[in-house]
């Protein structure tokens, strides 16, 4: 399905499936309501959204695809609400180069990546569930800087959120259940804002390593079972304000 130059159909309760390219394609300005459709197996993006186009992507199952389950990328809006995306082989959303979508209350599980924000992409991410990644359930690459808010991020063979050479903006989420990494990795000069975030029962809460930075304000972290904060070779983030408690491992290691 291609959608461009304003156009502005109803695609809605369909298979899409087996595609060579991607299952639905929203460019050029194309506009549009895609809703409750099974968009299965294609070749490249589940949806892709580029150069303008700004869709409603809405109730939609979106799996299996070979790469992104819905990539963002050259300007591309679109407002992704109560979607599954699972079990691709990219990223479930992938946002870059100028990429702003909104991104809501969707299930987005068992991928490699959750959501991979990097190359200029932006984004607002709220009140999603993103679980059962191989690596991160977030990751903000080099110059990504979204907006993470409110989300349930949990139960990652990795990290919960992953910033590595970005930035972004990281309030009132809860983050737990990523048992053998931290829940919030900062590296390689990534400087997130983290705040007011819910960071409990993982085997780390804050990893800052390799001239990683970050604010840090008033966050709970606790019950790890190792160390709340660990601030390792040339971390440098600022801490306020957070309250650290209940970690076997201690509050504080540098």
Not at 93 to 102: E, F, K
Not at 107 to 115: A, P
Not at 224 to 251: C, F, H
Request: hydrophobic fraction near 35%; proline fraction near 2%; include cysteine.
């Amino acid at each position: 399905v291609r959608v461009a130059t304003q156009g502005t159909p109803s695609v809605k309760a369909n298979t899409i499936h087996n595609g060579l390219a991607e299952g639905v394609l929203v460019e050029d300005g194309g506009l549009g309501l895609v809703d409750d459709n099974d968009i299965t197996t294609n070749k490249f993006s589940g949806v892709s959204i580029t150069t303008g186009g700004n869709p409603v992507i809405r109730n939609n199952q979106i799996h299996g695809g070979c790469k992104a389950g819905i990539s963002v990328t050259r300007e591309g809006l679109g407002k992704v609400d109560y979607n599954t995306i699972k079990a691709n082989h990219g990223a479930g959303v992938q946002v870059t180069t100028g990429g702003n979508p909104m991104v809501n209350f969707n299930t987005i599980t068992e991928g490699q990546l959750g959501v991979h924000v990097f190359d200029q992409g932006l984004g607002r991410f709220t009140k999603n569930s993103v679980s059962h990644c191989a690596d991160a359930c977030f990751k903000v690459g080099v110059q990504g800087n979204p907006t993470i808010e409110e989300n349930s991020i949990h139960t990652s063979d990795a990290t919960g959120i992953l910033v590595e050479a970005g930035e972004g903006t990281i309030v009132n989420n809860e983050l737990f259940d990523h048992l053998h990494g931290a829940c919030i990795t900062i590296q390689n000069a990534g400087n997130p804002h983290i705040e007011g975030n819910q960071i409990r029962d993982a085997f780390i809460g804050l990893f800052i390593r390799d001239e990683g930075m970050g604010l840090i304000v008033k966050n709970n972290v606790h019950k790890m079972s190792s160390v709340g904060v660990l601030v390792g070779s040339y971390g440098n983030p600022t801490l306020r304000s957070n309250k650290i408690a209940d970690n076997q491992g201690g509050g504080l290691l540098f």
